[in-house]
């Protein structure tokens, strides 16, 4: 089987997303998804249009990624389920974030993951207006984590955090209150950043579970 024969577009998409990994989203070309796959860049045109193609589906690989909920899942774990695994899926893939929503034509695995979303949230109980809130609170919140966790100045890991703060340990005269922040949560070296995501999920699903209780 000859080099041509065996490209598929989701061997291309796969293989742009391996180089978005490693360099970056501009880091992708059709040259140089070509070269990850062993291929002459000409060959992929018979797959995929264009770099603006590629781009598109490389977005719709991205949402393909995360957990979509089915419309009877009960809405509050559903979309806890999901928020956990657009997290996981952006910190992986932190190129992602600049473009998984920004693609000027939105493709299929985005329209239907959008979908299912809404559909959970109007199965529950939702009013529109509210499912649109509560969908955007979630959304910001988790690009926003994610975005953090990708730009730490440590990688993750046992005791990261209190070596961290060790190394950057304020004048507590100076800064009285952070050297009491610092003080208090690593005192027993426990402390996890990562464990934050969840103590601010829980609240915006606290207050959405409210505001559904009051809107039906």
């Not at 291309?12 to 070509?34: F, H, K, L, Q, Y």
């Not at 809130?133 to 979630?138: D, K, P, T, Y």
């Not at 340990?169 to 950043?193: I, K, Q, V």
């Not at 829980?202 to 505001?211: A, C, K, N, S």
């Amino acid at each position: 089987m000859n080099a041509r024969a065996a490209l598929s577009r989701e061997r291309i998409v796969a293989a742009a997303a391996a180089v978005a990994d490693r360099g970056g989203i501009a880091a992708v070309s059709m040259r140089s998804v070509a070269s990850e796959l062993g291929v002459e860049a000409m060959s992929l045109y018979h797959h995929v249009a264009s770099k603006g193609a590629l781009l598109d589906a490389l977005a719709d690989w991205a949402f393909e990624q995360i957990l979509a909920p089915e419309v009877d899942d009960p809405w509050r774990p559903a979309m806890a389920a999901r928020a956990r695994s657009a997290r996981s899926v952006l910190v992986q893939h932190p190129w992602a974030l600049g473009m998984i929503e920004a693609r000027p034509r939105p493709g299929t695995p985005l329209l239907r993951h959008f979908d299912r979303v809404l559909g959970c949230l109007r199965n529950a109980g939702f009013p529109a207006a509210l499912a649109t809130h509560l969908f955007s609170a979630l959304d910001a919140y988790i690009y926003g984590f994610a975005l953090t966790e990708s730009t730490l100045p440590f990688t993750p890991a046992d005791g990261a955090e209190n070596a961290f703060a060790e190394d950057v340990a304020p004048d507590p005269e100076e800064y009285p209150h952070l050297t009491w922040m610092l003080g208090e949560l690593m005192r027993n070296r426990t402390y996890s950043f990562a464990d934050e995501f969840d103590v601010g999920l829980d609240v915006i699903l606290d207050g959405f579970e409210q505001r559904l209780a009051q809107a039906t």
